[in-house]
């Protein structure tokens, strides 16, 4: 009965709230006059030559509430490859979701395109706020089991994960007419309990949080550098890391991370300037540099800089700093499979997910969107991805331009489980894409029913294979870092991204990277003080 009631209320007022909505006009502010204090800056000279407490690498999901965080104490700077997304309604405008990744070009489009060996095609993030400023929004907390496995402070966490929700998180008025049809379609294929909203990671159909505000209006990564210390942060966007410049003590045969060498994003490969970490003067204590360049970006940067697999470093004539194997390996993406519920392109307007639905074991989620082809069509359809695949990939370098993409290879239901959950996804999508529900809101009924062959279902499984943006791994905590993010045997040098992750944390993983940023910032600042603590104690 309850869920009788709950349809019920959808579809009356849906209807009202829709027509609500069409009759007022909004507009998007691109970013309210005099609300920005922090200092962002394209030029390179600002920042050329000098010296910082933190060098915070890619101006992401992650970067942004890292560099937020270590700015309340520190002076740190913040490099980000792509521009601003202020003022591009591109990116802040809901009504234009997914129109970043159907136009991209080679040094300087928001989204930058990328195909895996496999000949999956992708995007990485190129914008101050990172993948946040061009993905559906969607915001869902990791499950408590992910938490627990990684070992993070549970407490420290849930306050991390309030920090941002209380900024750029919000909960919805009401479901657009689609995404009240994939809900009804997701309980009409049996994803049960219904959980209504909520932002934790559950089995059942659910409302989650968004990053699109009632007037559909993005907060990105971005906005949460308002709460940096405006007198320390430093933003320097279109610029790119080209390496890290390291220090190396013979004496005590310590290898330190002492700074940066960048250059301008779209300029020439060789005017390349440097910034530093600075050196307290009564202090033994100093700064780290921090990659938080995205699971591409960050074992690019370090193979560029010398640290990973000899031979593939030799390769490219780049000075062999330290040997490290592992850089580069365990890349993942969560497989994907999409099935079109509409029979034609149509002129609808783009509509992100905000319903999931989740299977009992947490191995598949399931959302729905509707999609622009190009700037005059879209389409509809339900996705499916496979939460935990076992499959493994790696990264390697294509070249020595940082601008440019590596080589990556993701080895898509390479595992037999993950095949035989493959096979799985595409039954449940099926099942879904015939709903009444769907039906009813299309005008129409899918005519031709996936075939009920195992082999022919594995053979379309490997034939539609796709990316849902969420890939991790190259610099994996235990292989290329320890459990503080440090890289293993090099001084002042920390990762801090999807990178580091073994694997998936099953839901989209923005939330949790949002909140790893405040997280480990806050963490860096206990050891700081820590440290500082212990200092005085031995030098009264």
Same mark, same amino acid.
């Given at each position: 009965?309850?869920?009788?009631?709950?349809?019920?209320?959808?579809?009356?007022?849906?209807?009202?709230?829709?027509?609500?909505?069409?009759?007022?006009?909004?507009?998007?502010?691109?970013?309210?006059?005099?609300?920005?204090?922090?200092?962002?800056?394209?030029?390179?000279?600002?920042?050329?030559?000098?010296?910082?407490?933190?060098?915070?690498?890619?101006?992401?999901?992650?970067?942004?509430?890292?560099?937020?965080?270590?700015?309340?104490?520190?002076?740190?700077?913040?490099?980000?490859?792509?521009?601003?997304?202020?003022?591009?309604?591109?990116?802040?405008?809901?009504?234009?979701?997914?129109?970043?990744?159907?136009?991209?070009?080679?040094?300087?489009?928001?989204?930058?395109?990328?195909?895996?060996?496999?000949?999956?095609?992708?995007?990485?993030?190129?914008?101050?706020? $990172?993948?946040?400023?061009?993905?559906?929004?969607?915001?869902?907390?990791?499950?408590?089991?992910?938490?627990?496995?990684?070992?993070?402070?549970?407490?420290?966490?849930?306050?991390?994960?309030?920090?941002?929700?209380?900024?750029?998180?919000?909960?919805?008025?009401?479901?657009?007419?689609?995404?009240?049809?994939?809900?009804?379609?997701?309980?009409?294929?049996?994803?049960?309990?219904?959980?209504?909203?909520?932002?934790?990671?559950?089995?059942?159909?659910?409302?989650?949080?968004?990053?699109?505000?009632?007037?559909?209006?993005?907060?990105?990564?971005?906005?949460?550098?308002? *709460?940096?210390?405006?007198?320390?942060?430093?933003?320097?966007?279109?610029?790119?890391?080209?390496?890290?410049?390291?220090?190396?003590?013979?004496?005590?045969? *310590?290898?330190?991370?002492?700074?940066?060498?960048?250059?301008?994003?779209? $300029?020439?490969?060789?005017?390349?300037?440097?910034?530093?970490?600075?050196?307290?003067?009564?202090?033994?204590?100093?700064?780290?540099?921090?990659?938080?360049? $995205?699971?591409?970006?960050?074992?690019?940067?370090?193979?560029?800089?010398?640290?990973?697999?000899?031979?593939?470093?030799?390769?490219?004539?780049?000075?062999?700093?330290?040997?490290?194997?592992?850089?580069?390996?365990?890349?993942?993406?969560?497989?994907?499979?999409?099935?079109?519920?509409?029979?034609?392109?149509?002129?609808?307007?783009?509509?992100?997910?905000?319903?999931?639905?989740?299977?009992?074991?947490?191995?598949?989620?399931?959302?729905?969107?509707?999609?622009?082809?190009?700037?005059?069509?879209?389409?509809?359809?339900?996705?499916?991805?496979?939460?935990?695949?076992?499959?493994?990939?790696?990264?390697?370098?294509?070249?020595?331009?940082?601008?440019?993409?590596?080589?990556?290879?993701?080895?898509?239901?390479?595992?037999?489980?993950?095949?035989?959950?493959?096979?799985?996804?595409?039954?449940?999508?099926?099942?879904?894409?015939?709903?009444?529900?769907?039906?009813?809101?299309?005008?129409?009924?899918?005519?031709?029913?996936?075939?009920?062959?195992?082999?022919?279902?594995?053979?379309?499984?490997?034939?539609?294979?796709?990316?849902?943006?969420?890939?991790?791994?190259?610099?994996?905590?235990?292989?290329?870092?320890?459990?503080?993010?440090?890289?293993?045997?090099?001084?002042?040098?920390?990762?801090?991204?999807?990178?580091?992750?073994?694997?998936?944390?099953?839901?989209?993983?923005?939330?949790?990277?949002?909140?790893? $940023?405040?997280?480990?910032?806050?963490?860096?600042?206990?050891?700081? *003080?820590?440290?500082?603590?212990?200092?005085?104690?031995?030098?009264?």
């Amino acid at each position: 009965m309850e869920l009788l009631k709950t349809k019920q209320l959808h579809n009356l007022l849906t209807p009202l709230l829709v027509l609500l909505f069409a009759s007022l006009s909004f507009s998007f502010p691109t970013e309210p006059k005099g609300n920005r204090k922090w200092h962002m800056t394209s030029d390179i000279k600002e920042v050329a030559d000098k010296a910082y407490d933190y060098i915070v690498v890619g101006g992401g999901t992650c970067g942004c509430p890292l560099a937020a965080t270590l700015s309340r104490k520190f002076s740190v700077l913040l490099i980000e490859r792509g521009g601003s997304p202020y003022g591009n309604p591109l990116i802040i405008n809901k009504r234009y979701y997914g129109f970043p990744l159907v136009e991209t070009d080679r040094y300087m489009s928001v989204a930058q395109s990328f195909i895996s060996q496999e000949g999956v095609r992708n995007v990485r993030g190129r914008v101050l706020g $990172g993948s946040s400023a061009i993905n559906g929004g969607f915001y869902s907390r990791a499950s408590e089991e992910f938490v627990t496995k990684v070992g993070w402070d549970k407490e420290l966490v849930k306050e991390s994960y309030e920090w941002v929700e209380s900024k750029v998180v919000f909960s919805p008025w009401f479901l657009t007419p689609w995404q009240s049809v994939a809900e009804f379609s997701l309980l009409e294929a049996g994803f049960l309990p219904y959980n209504g909203f909520s932002l934790e990671h559950m089995k059942g159909t659910k409302i989650s949080g968004s990053v699109f505000d009632e007037f559909g209006k993005r907060h990105t990564a971005a906005d949460l550098l308002h *709460e940096g210390n405006p007198n320390t942060l430093t933003v320097l966007v279109n610029a790119t890391v080209k390496s890290i410049i390291f220090h190396h003590n013979g004496k005590k045969n *310590e290898t330190r991370a002492k700074g940066i060498r960048f250059i301008q994003s779209n $300029g020439i490969l060789d005017e390349t300037h440097e910034a530093y970490i600075r050196k307290p003067k009564n202090s033994t204590s100093r700064g780290d540099v921090i990659l938080a360049a $995205g699971a591409l970006g960050s074992p690019q940067i370090l193979l560029l800089s010398g640290i990973g697999p000899k031979e593939q470093l030799k390769k490219f004539n780049i000075p062999l700093v330290l040997d490290m194997k592992e850089v580069g390996q365990g890349m993942q993406d969560n497989p994907c499979i999409a099935v079109l519920v509409d029979s034609k392109p149509q002129n609808r307007v783009p509509d992100p997910p905000q319903v999931v639905g989740i299977t009992d074991d947490l191995k598949i989620i399931v959302e729905s969107s509707i999609l622009p082809q190009n700037f005059n069509a879209t389409r509809v359809n339900f996705a499916a991805k496979l939460a935990m695949p076992s499959s493994k990939g790696m990264l390697e370098l294509n070249n020595t331009d940082p601008r440019l993409n590596p080589s990556v290879k993701f080895n898509y239901l390479a595992s037999e489980n993950d095949m035989v959950e493959c096979v799985k996804m595409t039954k449940l999508l099926d099942r879904i894409a015939r709903s009444k529900s769907v039906a009813l809101f299309l005008g129409e009924s899918r005519q031709n029913k996936l075939t009920s062959f195992e082999n022919d279902l594995r053979n379309f499984c490997k034939k539609n294979v796709r990316t849902i943006y969420h890939y991790h791994g190259g610099c994996r905590v235990g292989s290329v870092v320890d459990k503080h993010y440090k890289v293993f045997n090099v001084k002042g040098l920390r990762i801090l991204d999807g990178s580091t992750f073994s694997e998936s944390p099953g839901t989209n993983p923005m939330a949790t990277l949002l909140m790893l $940023g405040r997280y480990q910032g806050i963490k860096i600042l206990r050891e700081r *003080e820590a440290n500082y603590d212990s200092n005085v104690k031995e030098n009264p």
